[in-house]
């Protein structure tokens, strides 16, 4: 009696080519971005800036507070109202958190003249004239379309640890571009739009502490 082959032993054989060929194909390359320092901005009317006579102001940055969904690697895309979608193969280049500390502590240095920026954790032995606080809601977008920053920031004198301003801020700007580049440069700049708020709020501080003072427009030059 002839036996005969089975037919299914080709189906298998074929779909198990086929899935070593998908194992063996090239995933997608994963891309990384990160936060860049603020260009210049324009002079703003009536500006702040440290008086001449008085001590270099001394900041310490944070505690910064980024909502759970922002704690990861992927970079958020918001997809309407309540949907969001993480763009796996696009991914910040380190820790989201300390983007965001450096591009700011490097804009203060230059707005507020100052090398005395520390980031925390700082040593309490350390002189702070004021410390920042930051709670971020949002820090996010889509490309093609807009992106979004909001939340609230803190001052706190940093010998007492009272509250000496808290102002609640939302920035938005249309995404120049589809894709994830044009969307990270968009967060930058609300950032930097940000943080050239900011300084110019521990600066009204510091006027009415006696340490700044305002210049006349023609003597105010580009932001650092």
Not at 66 to 77: A, G, K, S, T, Y
Not at 135 to 143: C, I, K, N, Q, Y
Not at 181 to 189: F, N
Request: charged share 20%; proline share 10%; hydrophobic share 40%.
């Amino acid at each position: 009696m002839m036996s005969s082959r089975s037919p299914r032993r080709p189906v298998l054989a074929v779909l198990c080519m086929l899935l070593l060929g998908a194992c063996a194909a090239p995933s997608e390359p994963t891309r990384f971005y990160t936060l860049e320092p603020a260009a210049p901005a324009p002079p703003e009317v009536p500006r702040l800036r440290p008086s001449p006579s008085a001590p270099p102001l001394s900041i310490g940055l944070g505690p910064l507070r980024l909502p759970d969904l922002l704690e990861r690697p992927q970079i958020v895309n918001r997809n309407g109202s309540h949907q969001v979608v993480l763009a796996e193969f696009d991914q910040w280049a380190g820790n989201l958190r300390d983007a965001v500390y450096r591009q700011m502590a490097a804009q203060l240095m230059g707005e507020l003249q100052t090398a005395l920026v520390a980031i925390e954790p700082w040593s309490r032995a350390r002189t702070i004239d004021y410390e920042l606080q930051l709670e971020v809601l949002r820090f996010d977008g889509a490309p093609g379309d807009s992106a979004m920053l909001q939340g609230v920031w803190r001052l706190l004198d940093g010998r007492t640890g009272s509250e000496l301003r808290a102002v609640s801020f939302q920035h938005s700007a249309p995404v120049p571009g589809d894709d994830q580049l044009a969307l990270v440069g968009t967060l930058s700049r609300l950032l930097a739009r940000l943080t050239r708020e900011i300084g110019q709020g521990i600066l009204a501080q510091a006027q009415a502490d006696g340490s700044a003072e305002e210049v006349p427009p023609a003597a105010v030059g580009p932001a650092r």
